[in-house]
């Protein structure tokens, strides 16, 4: 009778909860891993370094704006991905394992957009696979870490980009301090507010998620 069962729903219900607590145990490493999270966490630090205040916005308040913009960012990966492998998978019409791999198809074209073809030879050639003549011949194990190593380099791009006005302002107020002779009254202290202050006029929180949301698109 347990045979049966198994049989007619493809996986018993005891591998399909095992199945459910290991997706559950790695959901932060593909958080992490194969969505834009990494990138936009990287630059919300970078801003808040710029400013020069590390401790301000706390760390949860900037994952939690980063997970947030996350799924903003990934909503049509993830409406695809519910429409190509967990809407027919929960009519009965395919299986767990086709359902699996129809989702890594979304999931994968969204990290081809992102990643760039050095990063991805880069990995092909340490892997020592056949060179792939379509991307559908890209191992997954191999685009992953080409596309976290192409996230990295973008998320610090748009760090120097964020630094420079505020190193401006540091240089500035820097060599005022220095003409005028107050050499022991730290630069920081003074650009501070005048970083804040900049910030806050151009509407800096805006203009950052604009930029790093917009630079998914591809």
């Known amino acids: 009778m347990s045979l049966q069962l198994t049989h007619a729903s493809g996986v018993s219900a005891p591998v399909q909860l095992l199945l459910l607590l290991t997706l559950v145990t790695l959901l932060p490493a593909i958080l992490l891993t194969v969505t834009g999270f990494t990138r936009i ?9 710029a400013l020069g205040m590390p401790q301000s916005p706390p760390n949860q308040v900037l994952v939690g704006i980063a997970f947030f913009l996350t799924l903003f960012v ?26 699996l791999e129809r989702a890594q198809e979304p999931l994968r074209t969204f990290m081809f957009k992102q990643t760039r073809t050095s990063d991805l030879a880069l990995f092909v050639r340490i892997a020592r696979v056949p060179s792939p003549k379509t991307r559908a011949d890209v191992p997954t194990q191999v685009l992953v870490p080409a596309f976290i190593l192409s996230e990295l380099k973008t998320a610090f791009q748009i760090g120097f980009l964020i630094f420079l006005p505020f190193l401006i302002i540091d240089m ?47």
């Open 41 to 49: 966490l990287i630059v919300l630090g970078f801003v808040r370094n």
């Open 74 to 99: 990934m909503s049509p990966t993830l409406s695809a991905m519910n429409r190509v492998a967990l809407e027919p998978y929960q009519a009965h019409q395919i299986s767990a394992t086709e359902a």
């Open 172 to 218: 500035v107020v820097s060599a005022t301090l220095m003409s005028m002779g107050m050499m022991m009254l730290p630069p920081v202290l003074v650009s501070l507010p005048f970083k804040i202050l900049l910030f806050v006029l151009v509407d800096g929180w805006q203009l950052v998620v604009q930029g790093v949301v917009t630079s998914f698109r591809g």
